[in-house]
Each structure stands twice: as structure tokens, then as C-alpha cells.
């Protein structure tokens, strides 16, 4: 599948974003989706993940600001941000990852300002 990561934007601290993971070429259905951000000179971090039977993990630094979801029908993974702190400012990427199979969509970049 090929995704494509929508959503980002400039927003000040205490904002919300909404993040999109559109999948085109195959059905999500049976894939986890999944999402890590990479700040400027900072190693990537995985954000978020949900199972294709809706399980959902975060990371510590995001857990009760952050959900993901999906929706089947639209082939489509998201992550709502909200509360959000200057230290959330990265280049947000989201993947599919069935088995070993593993895509990536191009990264959206969110930025928060103080």
C-alpha cells in the first residue's frame, strides 16, 4: 500500500491537530498503522500504534494528549493531537506494517509555537 500523511500544521501550545494516513493500492484492514515523529536533530521516536483489531499503544510522552484511531472504510489511520507542547514540533511520518511488510508515507510536519 502507499500512504499519504496529511494534516500538519502551525499551531500555538495548547492546540490541536488532526492527522491523516490515507492508504491507496490495498485494504489497511489487516495492517497495523502507526506513527512516529522526528524532531530537528533528535532520533525518530515512535509516537503511536494501532493493531488492525483496534489495540492501541503510545508513547509516555504522549499518553492522554494524543489518540489514533482508524477507519477501515476509508482505508484511512488517524492521530488527533491535542494539548499540544513546543516539544511536539516534529516531522510526523505514519506507516502500515503487516507481517514484515512495512510502508511509509512521506511525513507531515507539525510545528507548535510557545
Known amino acids: 500500500v502507499q500512504l499519504q500523511a496529511s494534516g500538519g500544521g502551525l499551531v500555538q501550545a495548547g492546540g490541536s491537530l488532526s492527522l491523516s494516513c490515507a492508504a491507496s493500492?490495498?485494504?489497511?484492514?489487516?495492517?497495523?498503522i502507526g506513527w512516529f515523529r522526528q524532531a530537528p536533530g533528535k532520533a525518530r521516536e515512535g509516537v503511536s500504534c494501532?493493531?488492525?483489531?483496534?489495540?492501541?499503544h503510545y508513547a509516555d510522552s504522549v499518553k492522554g494528549r494524543f489518540t489514533t484511531s482508524r477507519d477501515n472504510a476509508n482505508n484511512a489511520g488517524y492521530l488527533q493531537l491535542t494539548d499540544l507542547k513546543p516539544e511536539d514540533t516534529a516531522v510526523y511520518y505514519c506507516?502500515?506494517?503487516?507481517?514484515?511488510?512495512?510502508?511509509w508515507g512521506q511525513g507531515t510536519l507539525v510545528t507548535v509555537s510557545s
Open positions: 506507516y502500515a506494517k503487516r507481517d514484515q511488510t512495512v510502508s
Open positions: 493500492g490495498g485494504s489497511l484492514a489487516n495492517y497495523a
Open positions: 494501532i493493531s488492525y483489531s483496534g489495540t492501541t
